[in-house]
C-alpha cells in the first residue's frame, strides 16, 4: 500500500466546475503539501497546511490530521488550471517526505 | 538571478559515464534535497542536506553521491550512469526554520537524464 494515495489519478472537467482532488496518507502527522506541475514540467507548491483550511485565490485546501485526509478544491475551473497536482507527506523525525502519484486535471474550455 | 537554479536542463549520456547535476540557490536555505521523477511513481528523495558538509540518504539513494561544500550549491553525481537513472530529477530547498515537512518547498525546474 502506498504511504500517499491519490484519487482520481485523471480528472477531465469543463471550465467552471467545482473539482476536488483527494489525498489519503499514511505517515507523517506535522503537515502535508500540495503541489503543482505544470505541463512544461515546473513544480510549485501550493499550499503547506497542517489543520484545518487555506485559501488562496480559487484554491481551498483542507486536512483531517485524525483521519489523515486532505482535499484540494478548485473553484470555477479554468483552461489554465490543467496540471498535474500532487499531495505530499513528511515522514516524522527525518526529512523525507512521500509524495502521491499526483493527479492529471486538465479543464476544457 | 535569485532562486533555484538546475543544470543542465537536458542531458543524454551513456551507461557508465559519470554525470553531474547541479543545484544552486540563492536564499542561503539551510535544507536542500534531489528527488527523481518517474512514470507510475511519485517524486522520490535521493539525497538530502540539513547544512553545508551534512548530508544523508533517502529513499533511493543507491547510484548517487552527493557533497555540499557550499550551503547554495548541491551537486548530485551518478558514478556510474545505468538505463534505470533515466529520470528527471528535481532539486528543492526549504528554509533554515525548521524541517522539510513543517516549511514550504521551492523546486528547481528539473534535469531531464536520459542514459543510453
Known amino acids: 500500500k502506498n504511504e500517499v494515495e491519490q484519487s482520481p489519478q485523471n480528472l477531465t472537467a469543463q471550465e467552471g466546475e467545482f473539482i476536488t482532488i483527494n489525498c489519503s496518507y499514511s505517515?507523517?502527522?506535522?503537515?502535508l503539501h500540495w503541489l503543482q506541475q505544470h505541463p512544461g514540467g515546473g513544480i510549485v507548491s501550493l499550499f503547506m497546511?497542517?489543520?484545518g483550511k487555506k485559501k488562496h485565490g480559487r484554491l481551498i485546501a483542507t486536512i483531517n490530521i485524525q483521519e489523515k485526509h486532505s482535499s484540494l478544491h478548485i473553484t470555477a475551473s479554468h483552461p489554465r488550471d490543467s496540471a498535474v497536482y500532487i499531495c505530499a507527506a513528511p515522514v516524522e523525525d527525518n526529512n523525507d517526505m512521500r509524495f502521491g502519484a499526483g493527479t492529471r486535471l486538465t479543464v476544457k474550455p | 538571478d535569485a532562486g533555484i537554479t538546475q543544470s543542465p536542463r537536458y542531458k543524454i549520456t551513456e551507461t557508465g559515464r559519470q554525470v553531474t547535476l547541479m543545484c544552486h540557490q540563492t536564499w542561503s536555505h539551510s535544507y536542500m534535497f534531489w528527488y527523481r521523477q518517474d512514470l507510475g511513481h511519485g517524486l522520490r528523495l535521493i539525497y538530502y542536506?540539513?547544512?553545508?558538509?551534512?548530508?544523508d540518504k533517502g529513499e533511493v539513494p543507491d547510484g548517487y553521491v552527493v557533497s555540499r561544500s557550499k550551503t547554495e550549491n548541491f551537486p548530485l553525481t551518478l558514478e556510474s550512469a545505468t538505463r534505470s537513472q533515466t529520470s528527471v530529477y528535481f532539486c528543492?530547498?526549504?528554509?533554515?526554520?525548521?524541517?522539510?515537512?513543517?516549511?514550504?518547498?521551492?523546486f528547481g525546474a528539473g534535469s531531464r537524464l536520459t542514459v543510453l
Open positions: 505517515v507523517g502527522i506535522s503537515a
Open positions: 528543492a530547498s526549504t528554509s533554515t526554520s525548521g524541517v522539510a515537512g513543517a516549511n514550504v518547498l521551492t
Open positions: 542536506s540539513a547544512a553545508a558538509d551534512i548530508t
Open positions: 497546511l497542517s489543520s
